[in-house]
């Protein structure tokens, strides 16, 4: 299985190299995440691993979720997260209550982050799709960060009753999953359970999210990898 983890963004800060170099970082609180279920082919008709992040107090919880932690000897979680594996010697290798941390992305180069953005209500046009709204020139009815016609594409004929899908206007923006891929990996704290990485990472701070092994890089990523 690759490296898979939970934790918590904690915010952004600059990470000093060797070399001088400023770089600016995203502070993640990388598990430890228990392993709550091991699923086989036998049993449940495909192989998968499940961990588990964040202790919460029973009363917050329920009793099925309960009863399923403590068959792997640990307190109710807040989160859980099914990982597929390939195999079902791949889901056997791991234990029923074992311990997976962040010393996994030791090594690791690159990483992908996923989280849910931070949610910014209903906006126009313009702010949500980056729009250049109408002429601020004489002449133009005052409707400047007007979203325009929306009746030319109402099918793929150019006519209808309707709007054809996908039409953008305006709407609900952000608190979305988000995925940052390739991220550079600048430090990993295995003592602190921390990791470290470069650049913006979605969503507000405590914001729960999703760190694995990067899937794809580009030519100069997949270069830098294998040296």
Do not use: W
């Not at 970082?25 to 699923?39: D, M, N, W």
């Not at 594996?85 to 290798?93: C, I, L, Q, T």
């Not at 209903?122 to 016609?149: D, T």
């Not at 609900?172 to 991220?183: A, D, L």
């Amino acid at each position: 299985m690759p490296a898979v983890l939970l934790g918590r963004k904690l915010g952004m800060t600059r990470y000093f190299t060797q070399d001088g170099n400023n770089v600016p970082v995203t502070v993640i609180q990388a598990g430890p995440c228990p392993v709550t279920q091991v699923k086989t082919t036998e049993t449940d008709g495909y192989s998968a691993v499940q961990i588990a992040f964040d202790d919460v107090k029973p009363r917050r919880s329920t009793m099925p979720v309960i009863g399923h932690d403590a068959k792997a000897e640990t307190g109710p979680k807040r989160f859980h997260r099914e990982i597929r594996v390939e195999d079902d010697a791949s889901a056997e290798a791991f234990e029923l209550g074992q311990t997976v941390d962040v010393s996994q992305f030791e090594g690791v180069k690159y990483v992908d982050v996923s989280g849910t953005s931070k949610g910014k209500g209903f906006q126009g046009p313009m702010k949500r799709h980056n729009f250049a709204g109408l002429e601020a020139s004489h002449g133009v009815e005052r409707k400047h960060r007007s979203a325009g016609s929306i009746g030319g594409h109402a099918t793929n004929l150019g006519t209808g009753p309707k709007l054809k899908k996908g039409k953008r206007m305006a709407g609900q923006m952000g608190n979305e999953r988000v995925t940052t891929r390739s991220m550079d990996v600048i430090s990993v704290d295995p003592e602190r359970n921390l990791i470290l990485v470069k650049g913006p990472v979605p969503g507000a701070n405590n914001g729960l999210v999703y760190i694995r092994e990067a899937k794809r890089l580009n030519r100069r990523k997949t270069r830098l990898a294998k040296s």
